[in-house]
């Protein structure tokens, strides 16, 4: 089955607010086996909201609309519906008595006119109830085609395609199943890994596909499956994962979305009871900012130092003067004392600091743009490295995070 989503608003087509509706409901369809066939963004005009309704008829099974649903006058989704269904607006009662419970009970006020009027749908619609917001979805069919339509806000939205789309589509169609597993990797490249793997590829079923999808310093490689055979497709993929592993078991960290290397190294200091603190210049908080928004951090992550300016290094972390003036305050021996610094302030185990030239300009140091030097303190040494990670300055320190991750995680396994 097939599904295109479009987004209705001006403000996404001028860059004035990012489209996150899309991304949610295609996961949200992919997991019940529907496929998205394309994203699309329009704009507030009837007739490219008609044109484009007319273009996907009897083309997909599901044309999932968001935005256009408010109660202002530049919000013209219900009116475009009757326009294309040859329908009239009726007042919904469920909906009032809810919108004017919503009103009076959270603005103490009455009830406006524009507000009653958010209670007016299509004769022929099927409602779908809305109890996070004032505007209902709706649900309509013209020939082979469902026509749905959802709230922009986001939360209500996602209130809807939980509670009423997915369970009515699961409810109401035969699917296809479609399996997904991410393997998470890092520390080589999207080419290097592809060259390791080329035979276990080419000998993958026809029914599995293979898609690459890096990012800085790292490679999440992700394997779908589809078919009407859900056993069959869940032995392929595991009987695959598990010869993936021979291959570049080195080089994996976890599996899926939600294991990512920093929820592994959240896991791994977690189970032999260590701590951890940074203290970060050129990364300006990132390390610290990607590890405590882990659930359960504040179990092993003690705090942070953003020694961005060179006298804080001194005066918080303690890094000689002289090292500075010696060596630069890019350098691998200020990044050995800035780690051994917040390891002492912050009592932990383990250690992470950062200084380099992110770019675009020098700053405090003549060190060439795209150097970073990253020093990781355990009990028993300090490992410091010097990396070149080129430009622009975004680059820099993404790579700089996920390097920092992989040095740290190298330096757990010792000891697991």
């Not at 369970?167 to 890092?186: A, F, G």
């Not at 080419?191 to 029914?207: K, T």
Request: include cysteine; glycine fraction near 6%; charged fraction near 25%.
């Amino acid at each position: 089955m097939k599904a295109t989503i479009v987004t209705i608003g001006d403000e996404i087509l001028i860059g004035q607010i990012i489209d996150t509706n899309s991304g949610f409901i295609a996961k949200a369809l992919d997991k019940i086996g529907v496929q998205t066939h394309e994203l699309l963004s329009i704009s507030d005009d009837k007739k490219h909201i008609l044109d484009t309704f007319s273009s996907l008829q009897n083309q997909v099974d599901f044309v999932i609309i968001t935005g256009g649903l408010g109660p202002t006058k530049d919000d013209i989704t219900k009116k475009t519906f009757c326009d294309y269904f040859d329908d009239t607006l009726v007042e919904n009662q469920d909906v009032l008595t809810h919108v004017t419970e919503m009103i009076e009970s959270i603005f103490k006020r009455p009830i406006t006119q524009m507000n009653r009027d958010q209670a007016l749908v299509p004769s022929k619609c099927e409602v779908l109830f809305n109890k996070v917001g004032t505007a209902p979805g709706m649900w309509m069919k013209k020939e082979n085609t469902v026509y749905i339509s959802l709230p922009g806000v986001p939360y209500e939205m996602k209130y809807l395609v939980e509670n009423e789309i997915v369970p009515k589509i699961v409810k109401e169609y035969d699917r296809p199943y479609i399996i997904h597993k991410t393997i998470m990797t890092y520390g080589q490249g999207e080419s290097l890994i592809a060259e390791r793997i080329e035979q276990w590829e080419n000998n993958l079923p026809e029914f599995v596909k293979l898609a690459y999808l890096p990012a800085p310093g790292r490679v999440r490689l992700r394997l779908t499956a589809r078919g009407t055979n859900k056993d069959v497709l869940q032995n392929a993929i595991d009987e695959n994962v598990t010869l993936l592993a021979k291959l570049i078991g080195d080089i994996i960290v976890g599996f899926d979305e939600d294991e990512t290397i920093e929820v592994v190294l959240g896991r791994q200091l977690s189970k032999l009871n260590k701590t951890i603190s940074t203290a970060e210049s050129c990364t300006g908080g990132k390390i610290a900012q990607v590890m405590t928004a882990v659930s359960g951090a504040s179990n092993y992550f003690r705090g942070s130092v953003v020694s961005y300016a060179t006298d804080t290094k001194v005066t918080v972390l303690g890094v000689s003067q002289d090292t500075i003036n010696r060596y630069s305050v890019v350098s691998a021996e200020v990044a050995t004392e800035m780690a051994l610094g917040i390891q002492k302030l912050m009592n932990t185990d383990y250690a992470i600091a950062t200084t380099g030239n992110a770019g675009p300009a020098k700053g405090d140091a003549d060190t060439d743009l795209g150097i970073v030097f990253i020093a990781l303190a355990s009990p028993n040494e300090v490992i410091v490295e010097e990396f070149n990670f080129g430009q622009p300055r975004e680059k820099v320190i993404d790579r700089a995070v996920n390097k920092a991750f992989e040095l740290l995680q190298k330096e757990i396994l010792k000891n697991l």
